[in-house]
């Protein structure tokens, strides 16, 4: 089956004002459709846009554009941050889990999707291709589909098919799809991933995001054995790993051998190798990060990030203080399918400092900061100077260690403040 393409500004006609327009999630952002729809600001009025992190140019969340866009994001990257910072774009803390549930229930009805696919096969099949995520299931209720068809999107395996007949309007483009840089791993970094790979195991099933201490811990696991991955994303730091047999999956209860993601985003290596793999299944984060999906598997291993972590092991992930900064997304999801998981380990990786020498782990995280991670939750924290175990310990016990993995120049100041605040003696 051929598409019968029009132009972008054509396509995007079937937005009306007052409707609810869901835009396709990172790498797969459709930069020509986002252009089109905010070139017709001045015929439209209060049009909710809702995405989760979308890569790519936010042209809608111009001051000037207030009237015509409502923007609601489920997680603030960077192209969105001074936008809610500011006021202009609003944030909704939510479980990335429980997204597709908003639009399959109709609590969140979606009026216009705006996807990318990759070009449909033979059978009229296209793929939602590196992102699948929380976007198949607002493909699969909206009532009008307006896709970007691509031949750089990956035609990907798994549950992000829809057939050219689904598609209201749709444009011809040839665009590269978006890209991070990997960036040389840092010696802290390398520092913090060698501590994260002692507490990986033989048959462990890994989620870790992305960005130098993710690749860091990765690099540590070459002389590991019969890896499994099910993520919410992945990037590439898995290749390599995967081509020395050491990630294969063979361990893993839930779709055994298979590499399971929501979404990939990184550079072209990553969107070349899920490109027809049949070991690679892109999947509805709904089932990806379902506690019940994630706890079946053995050993689970989740590598998430923080922003600040207080010495009780309090988690802020997505704010710095009052201002808003990323997103709840994945991280509890999997903090607690790890913790089920029989022989899991939910680990929370950080340097002890900033890039500007502000510490990282405090007596108690900033005023009007969210807490993402609950201290009940929380296993194990690592930075540069070791691993802190913290599940089932108590408070004075907890405050010892995360005092001990602490920068060197921070840790008599946290002693005294946990000494004056709590009166517990370490």
Partial sequence: MHFTHTSAQEA??????GHRVFIHTAAAAPQRLIDA????????????????HTEGEVPYARWEYQKSFKINSFFVGHNLRSAVQEGRANYIPIFLSE?????????????VALVSVSLPNDKGYCSLGCS?????AAIDTAKYVIAQVNPNMP????????????IHASIEVDDPLFERPQKPVTELERQIGQNVAELVEDGATLQMGIGGIPDAALSYLKNHKNLGVHTEMCSDGIIDLVERGVINGTQKVTEPGKIVSGFAFGTKRIYDFIDQNPIVNMMDVGYVNDTRTIRQNPKVTAINSAIEIDVYGQVCADSIG????????????????????????????????????????VPSVKVGASIVTTRAHVQYIVTEYGIASLYAKNLKERSK?????????????????????GKILI
């Fill in 401 to 421: 260690q995360m005092v001990d993995i602490a920068h060197p120049d921070d840790r008599e100041f946290l002693s005294r403040k946990i000494y004056e605040d």
């Fill in 155 to 166: 035609f990907v395996h798994g549950n992000g098919i829809i057939h050219a007949s689904q």
């Fill in 12 to 17: 995007v006609k079937i937005i009306e004002s």
């Fill in 37 to 52: 729809m905010t070139e017709r600001h001045e015929e439209l009025e209060d049009v909710e846009i809702i995405s989760a």
């Fill in 322 to 361: 009052t201002k808003h900064y990323s997103g709840v997304g994945g991280q509890m999801d999997f903090i607690r399918g790890a913790t089920l998981s029989k022989g899991g380990k939910a680990i929370l990786a950080l340097p002890s400092r900033t890039s500007k020498g502000i510490p990282r782990i």
């Fill in 132 to 136: 699948v995520d929380i976007s198949n």
């Fill in 99 to 111: 997204i597709p549930a908003l639009f399959r229930c109709g609590r969140m009805p979606i009026d």
